[in-house]
C-alpha cells in the first residue's frame, strides 16, 4: 500500500464517523491489569444500578475483548464470573468492600457488559449489561455439610422467618434508645438445627414513626408508609433458636451511609473504592461513571435469578439435551457491521459522539482466559 493510499484511507476514515469499524475487535487477557480494572469498573457501576438485593463480586474475568474506536477509547465486552456478596446494594459501598458470602449459601453466576473506557477524558461506563445468577447447588452441599443451614423462603409465607425478623428487631429496638425501627422486608433466610430450629434471616429496616413507649408491636408495619416513605436506612441479620426452655435471639444491623440519591441519577457520594488502574490513568468515577443516565426509564440490564440448577436438571432430565446453564443475553444489535450508540450525555458540552456496537462476540479465546479465580471451588464456577 502506498502513502497515497493509506492518505485516503485515512481521510475516509476522519470524515464518515465509521473510523472505529475498521479496527478489528480483539480478544484480550482476562488477567490483564487494564482489562481487570474495566471488569472491576463494570461491576461497580452494575451494583449501583441496582434498587434491590445484594452486591455482586468479581470471581473471575471469563472472557474479554477490546473494540478500539479511535479518539473515542475502548468498547469492551466482558463476560465475568461473579459471586454474590453480603451487602445490599443499598449500601452503596465498593465490592471488593464486601464479603462473598459462605460456600453453603453461595449464589453465583455470570454477567455480560459492555464497558466504555475512555482515559482521557476519564469517562467509565457500562451502557449495557446481563447477569444469570443461581444458588449453589443444594444437594452438593448437603454431600459436603448435612449440617449446614439451608435456604428457606422470604416470602413471609413461612412464619417461623417472619417471627425470627420480628422477635430479632423487637431485641435491637430495646437497645436503641433514640430510633425505633421497623420492618421493610426479609431479603434471605436460612434454617438449621441446632439445639432446636434455629431460623437465620436477613431483612431490611426503616425508621419507624412509634417511640419507646409504643416499642412492642410497632416492629411490623407494612402498611403505614402512608407519611413517611418506605426508605430502607439498613439491613439486619438475626437469629432464632428455639428450644424447649428459651429462645436464643441475636442481632447486628448495618446502616447504609447515607441515603444516596437513587442509582444512576447523580453524583452519590463516598468513595468507590481503590481502582487497579495507575494514578495517573485513573479514571474519576465521581465525576464519570454515575454522571447521568440518559433515561431513567430504560434499564441498562437485569439481574435474573434463576433456581438450584439441580432442580431444573430433574425437571427437564427427560427432555432435550443440556441447555445453557446459565443463559446471558446481550445484544444491542444483529448486524455485523455494528450500530452507532449515543454516549454524547457522557461528555460535557454540545457534542456528539457515537461508539460503535457491535453483537457480543463468542468463541475464540486467548490462552490466557478465563483468569484465575478468587474462588476456584468448582461449585462456584459457572461452568
Ligand atoms: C409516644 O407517642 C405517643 C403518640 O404517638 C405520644 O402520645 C407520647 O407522648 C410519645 N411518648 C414519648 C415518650 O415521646
Ligand atoms: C437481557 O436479558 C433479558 C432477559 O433476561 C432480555 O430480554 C434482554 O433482551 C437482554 N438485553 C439485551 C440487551 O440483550
Known amino acids: 500500500m502506498g502513502p497515497l493510499q493509506i492518505l485516503v484511507l485515512g481521510t475516509l476514515a476522519a470524515c464518515c464517523g465509521a473510523v472505529a469499524a475498521l479496527n478489528p475487535i480483539l480478544p484480550r487477557a482476562c488477567n490483564d491489569l487494564e482489562v481487570l480494572a474495566a471488569a472491576d469498573f463494570a461491576l461497580q457501576d452494575i451494583n449501583r444500578d441496582q434498587k434491590d438485593g445484594y452486591m455482586l463480586s ?28 453480603d451487602c445490599h446494594v443499598l449500601s452503596r459501598k465498593a465490592w471488593k468492600d464486601c464479603a462473598v458470602r459462605s460456600l453453603h449459601e453461595s449464589v453465583y453466576g455470570q454477567c455480560k457488559a459492555l464497558f466504555y473506557l475512555n482515559k482521557p477524558r476519564r469517562i467509565v461506563y457500562a451502557p449495557a449489561y446481563n447477569c444469570t445468577l443461581r444458588p449453589v447447588s443444594r444437594r452438593k452441599i448437603y454431600f459436603m455439610c448435612p449440617d449446614c443451614p439451608i435456604p428457606t423462603t422470604t416470602d413471609m409465607s413461612n412464619p417461623k422467618v417472619l417471627d425470627a425478623a420480628i422477635i430479632s428487631l423487637e431485641k435491637f429496638n430495646q437497645n436503641s434508645p433514640l430510633k425505633q425501627y421497623s420492618l421493610v422486608k426479609v431479603t434471605k433466610a436460612t434454617s438449621q438445627w441446632v439445639v432446636g430450629p434455629a431460623f437465620f434471616v436477613e431483612y431490611l429496616i426503616k425508621e419507624s414513626p412509634c417511640n419507646k413507649s409504643q416499642a412492642s408491636g410497632c416492629s411490623l408495619q407494612f402498611s403505614d408508609s402512608v407519611s413517611i416513605p418506605e426508605l430502607p436506612v439498613g439491613l439486619c441479620k438475626g437469629s432464632l433458636t428455639q428450644t424447649d426452655l428459651e429462645n436464643f435471639v441475636s442481632v447486628t444491623c448495618d446502616f447504609f451511609a447515607t441515603q444516596a440519591p437513587a442509582p444512576g441519577t447523580q453524583n452519590s457520594a463516598g468513595n468507590q473504592g481503590p481502582s487497579t488502574l495507575s494514578k495517573e490513568q485513573e479514571p474519576h468515577q465521581e465525576n464519570v461513571a454515575s454522571t447521568v443516565t440518559p433515561s431513567e426509564a430504560v434499564p441498562r440490564g437485569t439481574i435474573q435469578y434463576l433456581p438450584d440448577l439441580d ?18 443475553q446481550l445484544d444491542l444489535t444483529t448486524n455485523p457491521q455494528g450500530e452507532p450508540l449515543d454516549v454524547s450525555f457522557l461528555f460535557s458540552g454540545p457534542v456528539e459522539e457515537r461508539l460503535v456496537v457491535l453483537p457480543f462476540p463468542k468463541g475464540q479465546h486467548p490462552a490466557e482466559c478465563p483468569g ?12
Open 58 to 85: 468479581l470471581n473471575r474475568v471469563s472472557a474479554v475483548w477490546e473494540h478500539r474506536q479511535d479518539s473515542l477509547g475502548s468498547l469492551f465486552y466482558l463476560v465475568l464470573d461473579v459471586l454474590q456478596t
Open 311 to 328: 432442580d431444573e436438571k430433574l425437571k427437564n432430565s427427560q427432555g432435550e439435551g443440556s441447555r445453557e446453564a446459565f443463559p446471558v
Open 372 to 383: 484465575k479465580p478468587q474462588d476456584a471451588n468448582p461449585l462456584v464456577l459457572p461452568l
